[in-house]
């Protein structure tokens, strides 16, 4: 059984393009969390999503930042114009329950030149 | 609001004694999880430790316990015998099992140790 999958590991981006980060849950998660870390932070929580439905977006900057996790594929995080701001490591975590031990991916580093 | 704390920016602890990193939480759910996860230099997150709000019996996984004092809103994870592999950062973290979905992270702990 894989562990969660994203691509790309590493991105980089010139401002103003668009950035796409995709993650892959576990087999048999259905509860896909996505968060930032800066560097030397912790991770901040973005956004929660279940199959086609986004739960808690509290997390999300109002502008720019979108998220879907559609009924076939991964789920995707996407960035537009992007901002040197925006250079950070994004995580992708899934569970099968809500409640239940989020298992994480490796991360995206998003660099924005 | 829900908010982590780790007041320990840094930790050096001797290979094979035991370290322990503190962890202080606010929440105003009745129902919780605290978690501890790894974060080596290479970058992943590995999930280490669970404790629920309503186990009675502080969790233990190995060379890891979790010191859990309800009262106090404390979650200090106890690292035995400490390896150089044990090197990395350390986040606590805790989400509500009411309401709200997120689950919060603290700043981290970098431990250090020492051969």
């Known amino acids: 059984n894989a562990g969660v999958m994203q691509n790309p590991r590493h991105l980089v981006r010139r401002r103003g393009q668009e950035a796409r980060l995709r993650c892959s849950p576990m087999?048999?998660?259905?509860?896909v969390y996505w968060y930032r870390q800066l560097p030397e932070e912790g991770l901040k929580f973005m956004v929660y999503?279940?199959?086609?439905?986004?739960?808690?977006e509290s997390g999300m900057p109002k502008e720019r930042f979108s998220a879907e996790f559609p009924k076939e594929g991964p789920s995707i995080l996407r960035i537009q114009q992007v901002v040197r701001g925006d250079s950070a490591a994004y995580f992708c975590?899934?569970?099968?329950?809500?409640?239940?031990?989020?298992?994480f991916g490796p991360g995206t580093r998003l660099t924005v030149l | 609001a829900q908010k982590i704390t780790q007041t320990q920016p840094g930790m050096f602890v001797q290979e094979k004694e035991a370290v322990t990193l503190d962890c202080t939480y606010d929440?105003?759910?009745?129902?919780?999880?605290l978690f501890w996860y790894k974060q080596p230099s290479s970058g992943e997150m590995i999930f280490l430790i669970y404790?629920?709000?309503?186990?009675?019996q502080n969790a233990t996984e190995g060379r890891y316990s979790l010191n859990f004092q309800k009262a106090r809103k404390s979650a200090n994870l106890v690292i035995s015998a400490s390896q150089l592999g044990d090197s990395a950062m350390y986040f606590c973290?805790?989400?509500?099992?009411?309401?709200?979905?997120?689950?919060?992270f603290g700043a981290g702990t970098r431990l250090f140790v020492k051969a």
């Open positions: 999503l279940q199959k086609e439905n986004i739960i808690d």
């Open positions: 975590a899934s569970s099968p329950l809500r409640a239940d031990e989020q298992f």
């Open positions: 973290a805790m989400r509500g099992n009411t309401g709200g979905f997120k689950t919060i």
């Open positions: 404790q629920g709000s309503y186990d009675q």
């Open positions: 929440t105003s759910d009745p129902s919780y999880g």
């Open positions: 087999k048999g998660h259905s509860h």
